[in-house]
């Protein structure tokens, strides 16, 4: 019997687009349930796609000081998250909740 060869799927690599990272992102809020952790690692997933070096430019931030907010193992202020979905060309927007 063969067996199968599997990979580790990283999320990452499939967001190409803006309008990608934009839809990966209100997904994430959307399944979040207020888990902002949650919300940070998505941001980090997408960050990762656009280039942790560049969005740690953007957002006036040291590279360590993005991957430690976007690791999921914290909650960054709303102050660093704001300076991140700027760096990273996102806009955060609401909607009368139904």
Do not use: C, W
């Not at 209100?26 to 690692?41: P, R, T, W």
């Amino acid at each position: 019997m063969s067996k199968t060869a599997t990979s580790r799927y990283d999320v990452a690599e499939h967001l190409r687009t803006p309008e990608e990272m934009a839809a990966y992102l209100e997904a994430s809020l959307e399944e979040a349930n207020g888990d902002a952790a949650f919300i940070a690692k998505a941001l980090g997933d997408i960050a990762r796609a656009k280039g942790m070096s560049q969005v740690a430019r953007d957002a006036g931030l040291s590279r360590e000081s993005l991957y430690k907010a976007l690791s999921g193992e914290r909650v960054p202020g709303f102050d660093t998250i704001l300076k991140i979905v700027s760096a990273l060309g996102l806009k955060l927007h609401a909607e009368a909740a139904h």
